[in-house]
C-alpha cells in the first residue's frame, strides 16, 4: 500500500494467494515450513522497510534475527540477506544515501547478525544433541552449472505449468524501475530460483506445483504489483481481469484434483495433464496415462474387431513380486496382409481389496521384439468397494502376422480379487 493503489493490492493479494499453490501450503499441506516461511519474508520486508525509514538498533535487531530464523528453518533461505542488502540502491544517489546510512548505523550491523546467530542456535543445539555434530548433512547436493529448467517448465509439476499466474511475477520485474525495492527483489528472486533450479532432487518430493519457491511469494508479489499497476492503466484492462479470474478459478480447481490425487503428486506428464485439464470426472483411459504413454488418439480412423472377450470371472491369489497370469494367447495382428500400424484397446473389470501398488498387465511378444503397458489398479476413481473398471491402450510391435498377448497381475504384497471381465479389441490402420 505504500508503493501501490488499494485495488492494485488487493487483486495482487488475490492472485498471489488463490491463483498460485500458496493456498495449498497454507490451507491445506500446512504442516510444511512454506506458509509459515511466507510469514517470515513478510516480515522481513517490512522490518527492512522501516530501518530504512527510521533506522533504529530495534529494527535492525528484529531484521537479523528474521534472516537468521528463515536461514534455520530451510539453509538455503540464507539468501534473504540480498532483501535488506540491496534495498534503496536503484539509483545511483539512492544506493550512495543508503550506504551513507550503512556507515552511520556501523553498530546495526553488528546487532543485526547477533541476533541472526541467536536465531541459528537453536537449531545447532538441537542438531548437537540429536546427532554429536553441530551441523547435520541431510545429504542435499546441487548442480549449478546444469540445473533442471523443467522445474519451471516440465509438465512433471513445473512453475509456470500448473501455476500459470507465476509467470507474472517475472514480467512484472520490468516495471520495477521507479522502485526503492527493484535491485533487491532482482537479486533475490533470480539467485532464489537459480538455487531452486539447480538442487539434485528437483522434484522436491509430492508437491503441487514447485512448492520450494511458495515462502519467497512475499518478494515476487511486489513485481506481481508493479506489472498489475501497470495494466490497470491500459485500456485492455479487463480482459487481464478477466484472464486473472480464470487463473484463479482454474488452480482452485486443480487444487481440488490435487487433494483427490487426480492431479497426482509425483506421476504427472504432458498427456495425463491434458486429459484431467478442467476435467472434473476423468475416465478409466484418462486415468492410464498415469503409466501409459501410449495412446491412440483417432481411433475412429481405425477398423477394430474383439479379439478376446472373457466373461467368466477369475478368482486371483497371487503371492508376492509373482506375475498372475490371467490370460496368454496367440493372436493375429492383421487380417489382409502386412500392417505396422496396429494397436490393442484392453478392458478389465476388477474387485480387490488389495489394490495399493498393484498394476494390470499387458505384454505382445514377437521373435525379435516386445511392448508392455501397464495400469495401476489403485488410483482416483478406484474404490475397493466396488468392480473398477481400467482401460488402456498398447502398440504392437513391428510388422508380424501374429503376436503372443499376456495379461496378467502384479503386486509386491500378497493379492485378492476377482477379475470379472476382460476385452482386447484390435485397432488397425488403414481400413480394409
Request: with cysteine; hydrophobic share 45%.
Amino acid at each position: 500500500l505504500l508503493y501501490f493503489s488499494d485495488s492494485t493490492t488487493a487483486i495482487t493479494l488475490l492472485l498471489v494467494c488463490l491463483a498460485t499453490n500458496y493456498i495449498q501450503y497454507s490451507a491445506v499441506d500446512s504442516g510444511q515450513s512454506h506458509g509459515y516461511l511466507f510469514v517470515v519474508y513478510a516480515l522481513v520486508l517490512y522490518a527492512t522497510l522501516q530501518w530504512h525509514k527510521k533506522a533504529t538498533v530495534f529494527w535492525a535487531c528484529l531484521t537479523g534475527f528474521l534472516c537468521g530464523f528463515a536461514t534455520m528453518t530451510r539453509p538455503t533461505e540464507a539468501i534473504i540477506i540480498f532483501i535488506p542488502l540491496f534495498w534503496a540502491t536503484h539509483t545511483k544517489e539512492a544506493a550512495k544515501a543508503k550506504w551513507a546510512m550503512v556507515r552511520q548505523h556501523k553498530s546495526h550491523i553488528l546487532y543485526a547478525a547477533v541476533f541472526g546467530i541467536l536465531a541459528l542456535v537453536p537449531q545447532l543445539l538441537y542438531w548437537k544433541a540429536a546427532s554429536g555434530s553441530w551441523v547435520f548433512d541431510v545429504g542435499s547436493k546441487w548442480k549449478f552449472l546444469n540445473p533442471y529448467f523443467r522445474v519451471l517448465l516440465g509438465f512433471e509439476k513445473g512453475w509456470f505449468i500448473y501455476t500459470p499466474a507465476t509467470v507474472f511475477f517475472i514480467i512484472g520485474m520490468f516495471y520495477l524501475k521507479p522502485f526503492p525495492f527493484r535491485k533487491a527483489v532482482l537479486w533475490f528472486c533470480l539467485l532464489n530460483i537459480y538455487i531452486i533450479i539447480a538442487w539434485d532432487d528437483w522434484r522436491y518430493g509430492g508437491s503441487y506445483s514447485t512448492r520450494a519457491l511458495v515462502q519467497s511469494y512475499p518478494v515476487f508479489a511486489l513485481p506481481l504489483a508493479a506489472l498489475v499497476e501497470r495494466v490497470s492503466l491500459k485500456k485492455w484492462k479487463t480482459a487481464a481481469y478477466v484472464l486473472g479470474l480464470y487463473l484463479i478459478g482454474v488452480n482452485l480447481f486443480q487444487v481440488g484434483q490435487y487433494n483427490h490425487t487426480i492431479l497426482h503428486y509425483n506421476d504427472m506428464n504432458r498427456r495425463y495433464y491434458g486429459r484431467i485439464y478442467l476435467n472434473p470426472n476423468p475416465s478409466p483411459l484418462d486415468m492410464s496415462l498415469l503409466d501409459s504413454n501410449e495412446v491412440l488418439a483417432n481411433e475412429g480412423s481405425y477398423a477394430h474387431n474383439i479379439q478376446v472377450k472373457i466373461d467368466t470371472p477369475i478368482v486371483v491369489n497371487a503371492a508376492p513380486n509373482e506375475p498372475y497370469s490371467l490370460l496368454g494367447i496367440r493372436v493375429k495382428e492383421y487380417a489382409d496382409g502386412p500392417n505396422t500400424n496396429s494397436w490393442f484397446k484392453v478392458k478389465c473389470a476388477l474387485k480387490s481389496d488389495d489394490l495399493w501398488q498393484g498394476y494390470l498387465n499387458v505384454s505382445l511378444t514377437r521373435w525379435d521384439s516386445s511392448a508392455h503397458a501397464r495400469v495401476r489398479l489403485f488410483s482416483p476413481i478406484s474404490d475397493t468397494k466396488k468392480v473398477n473398471n481400467y482401460e488402456f491402450w498398447v502398440k504392437a510391435p513391428g510388422n508380424v502376422d501374429s503376436v503372443t498377448l499376456k495379461v496378467f497381475i502384479t503386486s509386491p504384497f500378497n493379492f485378492k480379487g476377482v477379475v470379472h471381465n476382460i476385452t482386447i479389441e484390435r485397432y488397425y490402420y488403414p481400413k480394409r
